[in-house]
């Protein structure tokens, strides 16, 4: 069964960049089948996808956020990141890691338990 | 960006009895369309999707319906750990786009 785990800061300054790592168990990243996603959730927005990433290194980003998002694939340790730039209060929120859609669900099936990040100086 | 619209905000059941959620999408999506439970603490959980498929191992209580614009998640008889919060997705366009939520509790 395909695991996800999110790692990072929970603090982060305004203006600084955020880095979030998505550790995979149970599964290969580098399959044809999946695409891996983050997703965040505030109380304000609720849930807002970000983007996500083909095991081929494509990537497809929610313009909502203006190109700060950056997801990359760490294939030899089966992780994938997120990177997030100029934070502010307004990315305060519990980031996901996610996988989907997928080659037989193209919804969100399998979800990291979240971290919270908070974004204040 | 396609918005969607979850109705009604909160929900007031009874354990035992059904209960029926809505969500709208300002534009047509198909069936692709899914809808999650989320409990407190917890990621959101798949329920439902193409619309009306369930998930793995959710119990058949839970049905979904719908297609276009216009969609239905009925719980036909509310067991004490579906009071939760619910969402749906559309997976139509890009980029991908949730619901505000309904939450269900108990009457």
């Known amino acids: 069964q395909v695991q996800l785990q999110e790692s990072g800061p929970g603090l982060v300054k305004p203006s600084q960049t955020l880095s979030l790592t998505c550790n995979v168990s149970?599964?290969?990243?580098?399959?044809?089948?999946?695409?891996w996603s983050w997703i965040r959730q505030t109380p304000g927005k609720g849930l807002e996808w970000i983007g996500y990433i083909y095991y081929t290194g494509s990537t497809f980003y929610n313009p909502s956020l203006k190109s700060r998002a950056t997801i990359s694939l760490h294939t030899s340790k089966n992780q994938f990141s997120l990177s997030l730039n100029s934070m502010t209060a307004a990315d305060t929120a519990v980031y996901y890691c996610?996988?989907?859609?997928?080659?037989?669900?193209?919804?969100?099936?399998?979800w990291g338990q979240g971290t919270l990040v908070t974004v204040s100086s | 960006e396609i918005m969607m619209t979850q109705s009604p905000a909160t929900l007031s059941v009874s354990p035992g009895e059904r209960a029926t959620l809505s969500c709208r999408a300002s534009q047509r999506v198909d069936s692709k369309l899914a809808w999650y439970q989320q409990t407190p603490g917890q990621p959101p959980r798949l329920l439902i999707y193409d619309a009306s498929t369930r998930a793995t191992g959710v119990p058949a209580r839970f049905s979904g319906s719908g297609s276009g614009t216009e969609f239905t998640l009925t719980i036909s008889s509310l067991q004490s750990e579906d009071f939760a919060v619910y969402y749906c997705q559309q997976y139509k366009t890009w980029p991908y786009t949730f619901g505000q939520g309904t939450k269900l509790e108990i009457k």
């Open positions: 149970g599964g290969s990243i580098n399959n044809g089948d999946d695409y």
């Open positions: 996610v996988r989907g859609p997928t080659s037989s669900i193209e919804a969100f099936d399998i």
